[in-house]
């Protein structure tokens, strides 16, 4: 990737140095901390598990899946397994 696509995504990178700019492994090495690395694993490492013929990032319990797909009548099944597997990622915080 060329310097400027990782400026366009990471504007904060040409700041650093007095405005001499850091790469983006530097960066990390300078901002990162394992904890995170380690947490982050799970979004770009996940565990998937296949259920009723459905394929589910991370653990699902049966009986919460049962009363979903009761209590989603009339969704179709692709619908229910995204809205299941849903991850918002924001900035400072994470929520699956």
């Given at each position: ?8 995504l ?28 380690i ?17 589910f ?18 969704v ?8 299941c ?12």
């Open positions: 990737m060329k310097t400027d696509d990782w400026d366009a990471i504007p904060e990178l040409k700041d650093w140095n007095n405005g001499k700019g850091i790469d983006p492994e530097s960066w990390v090495g300078c901002e990162g901390n394992f904890r995170l690395a947490a982050y694993s799970l979004i770009f490492w996940p565990e998937f598990n296949e259920v009723d013929g459905m394929i990032w991370g653990e699902i319990n049966q009986e919460t899946l049962a009363s979903w797909m009761r209590n989603c009548s009339g179709n099944d692709h619908a229910k397994q995204t809205r597997d849903h991850v918002k990622l924001t900035r400072g915080s994470l929520a699956i």
